[in-house]
Structures are given as structure tokens and as C-alpha cells.
């Protein structure tokens, strides 16, 4: 059974930093791209970054410049590293695959950017 499991969301001060963090079960992990979106209220779901099998990166143009992807294929994990936080990026961060066209969601994780 595929799972995705977020952690590492928080409330923090703008221009501060979080780290979120995705642990894989389930399923080849190295092979598949991997997502981070992120859904605030009253908003739809947006692609935030990606991050492939040959470690090639991609980011929405919100965040470019502050927030880092990356994996570590051994623990079966996928990090999103968040600085300079605006209130802006308040949101539920969700990890995300895509397997023999079948989307695979974790269960969010919250991040308040707030004074």
C-alpha cells in the first residue's frame, strides 16, 4: 500500500524558514518524480516543486530563489527546504507522485507564516 506521510509544518515568523519533510512506503521511490503543492483557503491546489529521478528540479516562480527540493532516495524521502518565508505561503503543503497515471497524495502538512 503506497503512503505518503508529511511532517515538518509550523507557525513561523516571516522570513523565517521551515523544512518539510516526505517519507515514501510502499513503492519504488527513486524512479517516480516527485511533487510538493501546496492549497491555501479558497484557493486551488498549486505545483510548488518537483524534483525527478535524475535529480533535476523545477519551481513554481512564487518560490524560486527561496525554497530548495530534494530527496534522499535511501530513506525513501523528499525535503522541502522554505526560506524567507512570506504570509503568502501560508498553506497545506502536500507530497505528490504520479504511478501508471494514478496520483498519490500525503495528508498535508500546515504552514503559517505570521507576526
Known amino acids: 500500500q503506497v503512503q505518503l506521510v508529511e511532517s515538518g509544518g509550523g507557525l513561523v515568523q516571516p522570513g523565517g524558514s521551515l523544512r518539510l519533510s516526505c517519507a515514501a512506503s510502499?513503492?519504488?521511490?527513486?524512479?517516480?518524480?516527485m511533487n510538493w503543492y501546496r492549497q491555501a483557503p479558497g484557493k486551488q491546489r498549486e505545483l510548488v516543486a518537483s524534483i525527478t529521478s535524475g535529480d533535476s528540479t523545477n519551481y513554481a516562480d512564487s518560490v524560486k530563489g527561496r525554497f530548495t527540493i530534494s530527496r534522499d532516495n535511501a530513506k525513501f524521502r523528499v525535503y522541502l527546504q522554505m526560506n524567507s518565508l512570506k504570509p503568502e505561503d501560508t498553506a497545506v503543503y502536500y507530497c505528490n507522485f504520479r504511478r501508471r497515471s494514478i496520483d498519490y497524495w500525503g495528508q498535508g502538512t500546515q504552514v503559517t507564516v505570521s507576526s
Open positions: 510502499g513503492t519504488i521511490f527513486s524512479i517516480y518524480t
